[in-house]
């Protein structure tokens, strides 16, 4: 099959509206005969079962929380990004289209990033309609900040949980049509498999968590705004229950998977303190607004932060990108953060960690200015650390966060297999090869809210005279059957190895190998180790307990099996592409002064990758073409 | 550091549950209350048996998955905080930890320490939004808010919906909970619309579940992880009074 990503004619600025002016759309009337199943509560499912089910189509939606308002959005701390130029600094959409392709280091879609750009100015006023507390100025209106790789300030924020705030607007809409009929919530469940007739996505085999039921769920088609698998490296900025179940078993029933090893890899967030630790939580990059990074001149510094007079602090980031400052894109951050501490100037017991410093900030400003804007942060800080950090700089340290790859998707959000859609951090399109910061929450946000539910039209509209789907079919019964086998077969490993033991394993290898800083050595390695490990979940992991009922372990199991899978093609795609772009750092291709070398010649493409075997792939590549823009060396400096 | 542990297990919500003793040592003053559990699971999955069911998600105290009585105080015992936020610095060499799960009739244990919160998410469905649909909206700036009244708003909105004030409430009242989703969006000119009808539909679900009548102790925004004000109560009966009898004269 080859890869058409169905960009519409005309210039990148018309691309969107011409769009819309010519794809088919459904009459009302027929809307109410068409369901659609929707997996993932969060911004982008959330944000597409509030609007189809507005639309009046029926919809179901599917989430593991025991509400969508937990939905991992909610973690989203610093603000959304758009183009709406309160600021009068010279912002408007192409230049926010630019700094998220340069951003992306030149490898993402110019026309859908064209198009992110311009529907974030909807998405501010449909949010504020919603009732989100955004930040105002003291004239009434709305207030902005600056974030990382870009000169003007577009980023609106509530306070430091932007995510939250966000998460339940879209959730209240959702609530309200719950209320009305349109939507039926299904909590508590985890989609294990996909179920797929006459080649097109009609429904779902989901488990109910509570009760270990396997159910089977009908529609005409089905979207997924199942986030991101950044907890595959077990420590991370994630939920615990992140994961990448749904899109890696789409994936083996024919959805190709995109740029899979391109992981953000954040630069503010809390060190590791120890073996027992869970979960590295972020601390936002709007701190980075008035934070300065340093770390000691001297490897062998006794004293304690505030000791530490200037002339012998290396504010390292302020020194190599004079133009960005501590405002550098992430994966720069973090790889300047990597690159000191690996020379030795680590601060903290376990020498992992860099300063972030509000000293300058607050007698610039004073204190109850930097509560306002991030009080909720250095709360946060401290109840994690006991530490406060308004007397004394946080302590920070890089840590797996987004996955800028996911299931492929053409223009209208599809993927390779028809019917089945992908919105959000599922899909790849829009960040390239490294996001820029509070633009993740504007996609989940137009991906489910303005674009899915206008072009998911355009595939529904041959629907409407199918009628309803049943799940009284040999394809259900067949998908079913898989995924009770897959679940009998984890219960009778009955080894000694905890799941959690294998999975931090895992996220070692893969921290290590497949993360900031790659070479071709480490990452055959890292396959070995892999499938070493593979093999010895299958053969030792300890799972007790049975499937009547809620099963944490069991579950944990069945997304360390999927991850011990995906680690692999994310490996196999890092490998595959012999250049360092974004966050895809390959040691043996970089400047002189160490920073990224793209090979445009060779690797202007993103990768998408088709399932063939247990043992394989087949990697089909969508060349890039840039219209508007000239791919340059994309320098902070 | 070691620690006893008395934690509720609980089959499902019609069997009864009892309390069982638990020993672990070797933990870190800096271990997470949850760590401290995930810890006890590995150990139980090595020796076969069943783990402990418990909530939890986002492990930074934000998305509100997380619960516990620890000890008989909802989220541990340094107020304001999640479970998850809790570590074990909180407590002493030796001590014993009484762990339960939120109890209120009107949220059924599932497992263990797991219970079901819908009853929650039922009182939003009532009426704890804004009835703008996509692509409705004005532009944003058409509506300026005074600062303050945004701050303010958002020191309502900022709930998470844990349900720690229902397990802490000797009435098992979700009134800090409901208040909070009344008060953020009635002190919205966006929301000003509808929020006569918000309100009344709002309390009608919040008694239909099951919830008990606020007595004002107090004891709700001791724990409230978001510190939302009793203020919000104030006002929620404000606001409720408000629509049912001054604006019917």
Known sequence: ?637 | MKLTLKIWRQENAKTKGKLVNYELSNLSLDMSFLEMLDTLNEQLAVKGERGVEFDHDCREGICGQCSLVINGQAHGPEGHYTTCQTHLRSFKDGDTLAIEPFRANSFPVIRDLKVDRSSMDRIIQAGGYISSFTGMAPEANSIPIHHEIAESAFDSAACIGCGACVATCKNSSAALFLSAKVGHLAKLPQGKVERMERVVWMVNAHDEEGFGSCTHTGACAMVCPQEVQLLDIARMNYEYNRATCLVKE
């Not at chain 1, 020194?319 to 501590?326: E, H, L, V």
Request: proline share 3%.
């Open chain 1, 1 to 637: 099959m080859s890869l058409n990503a169905k960009i519409p004619v005309g210039p990148l600025k018309d691309k969107w509206q011409n769009y819309l002016a010519k794809t088919r759309i459904v009459n009302p009337a027929n809307r109410k005969k068409l369901d659609v199943i929707v997996v993932g509560g969060g911004l982008s499912g959330g944000g597409a079962a509030a609007s189809l089910a507005e639309l009046g189509y029926n919809v179901k939606v599917f989430f593991f929380q025991d509400s969508a308002r937990r939905s991992h959005s909610v973690a989203a701390q610093g603000g959304v990004n758009a183009a709406k130029n309160y600021k009068n600094d010279g912002d408007n959409v192409y230049r926010m289209f630019y700094d998220t392709i340069k951003g992306g280091d030149f490898r993402s879609r110019e026309a859908n990033v064209y198009r992110m750009a311009e529907v974030s100015v909807d998405l501010i006023d449909h949010m504020v309609a919603q009732g989100v507390p955004f930040g105002r100025e003291y004239g009434g209106y709305l207030s902005n900040r600056s974030f990382g790789g870009v000169l003007v300030s577009r980023t609106f924020y509530a306070r430091g949980q932007t995510g939250q705030q966000l998460l339940l607007a879209t959730y209240q809409a959702m609530m309200k049509q719950v209320k009305v009929g349109k939507l039926k919530q299904y909590s508590r469940h985890e989609i294990l498999d996909i179920v797929i007739i006459d080649g097109k996505a009609r429904g779902i085999i989901a488990r109910n968590l509570d009760t270990g039921e396997i159910e089977r769920h009908a529609a005409h088609a089905v979207v997924f705004g199942t986030g991101g698998f950044g907890k595959i490296f077990y420590l991370s900025t994630l939920a615990m229950n992140s994961n990448g179940s749904a899109n890696w078993r789409a994936h083996k029933k024919g959805a190709y998977f995109a740029n899979p090893s391109w992981t953000q890899i954040h630069p503010t967030a809390l060190p590791q303190s120890g073996e027992h630790q869970s979960k590295l939580t972020l601390m936002s990059e709007s701190l980075r607004n008035d934070g300065r990074i340093w770390v000691p001149k001297n490897k062998d510094e006794k004293r304690a932060p505030g000791d530490i007079p200037d002339e012998d602090r290396d504010y390292y980031l302020e020194r190599r990108y004079p133009a960005f400052g501590n405002l550098v894109p992430r994966d720069v951050a973090s790889r300047a953060a990597k690159e000191r501490m690996d020379a030795g100037y680590g601060v903290g017991p376990l020498k992992n960690a860099v300063y972030l410093d509000f000293k300058t900030a607050i007698e610039r400003l004073g204190e109850d200015t930097i509560k306002e804007r991030y009080g909720n942060l250095f709360t946060m800080y401290e109840k994690i650390t006991a530490i406060n950090a308004y007397k004394e700089p946080m302590k920070i340290s890089p840590a797996a966060h987004f996955s800028m790859g996911g299931l492929w998707v053409d223009y209208e959000l599809h993927t390779t297999i028809p019917g089945l859609f992908a919105v959000g951090e599922a899909n790849f399109a829009d960040h390239g090869a490294n996001r820029l910061g509070a633009n993740s929450l504007l996609q989940a946000s137009v991906d489910g809210n303005f674009i899915l539910p206008n072009t998911i039209s355009n595939y529904l509209a041959d629907d409407i005279r199918t009628g309803p789907i049943s799940t009284d079919t040999a394809e259900f019964e067949e998908a079913e059957k898989a995924v009770k086998d897959q679940v009998e077969k984890l219960l009778s490993i009955k080894g000694t190895m905890p799941v959690d033991q294998i999975h931090r394993r895992l996220g070692k290898i893969m921290f290590k190998e497949v993360a900031m800083s790659r070479n071709e050595k480490g990452m055959l390695w890292a396959i070995e180790e892999i499938k070493k490990l593979r093999k010895e979940f299958w053969e030792n992991a300890a799972i007790p307990g049975d499937e009547k009922g809620p099963n944490s372990e069991l579950e944990k199991a069945g997304r360390l099996a999927d991850y011990l899978e995906i680690a692999e093609l994310m490996t196999v795609d890092a490998l595959s592409r012999k250049e360092s772009c974004g966050a895809h750092f390959r040691e043996e291709y970089q400047t002189k002064e160490g920073e990224a070398l793209r090979d445009d010649k060779n690797y202007m493409y993103s990768s998408a990758w088709e399932w063939q075997d247990e043992k394989d792939w087949k990697l089909h590549k969508e060349a890039l073409e840039f219209t508007e823009v000239t791919p340059t060396v994309r320098s902070y400096k």
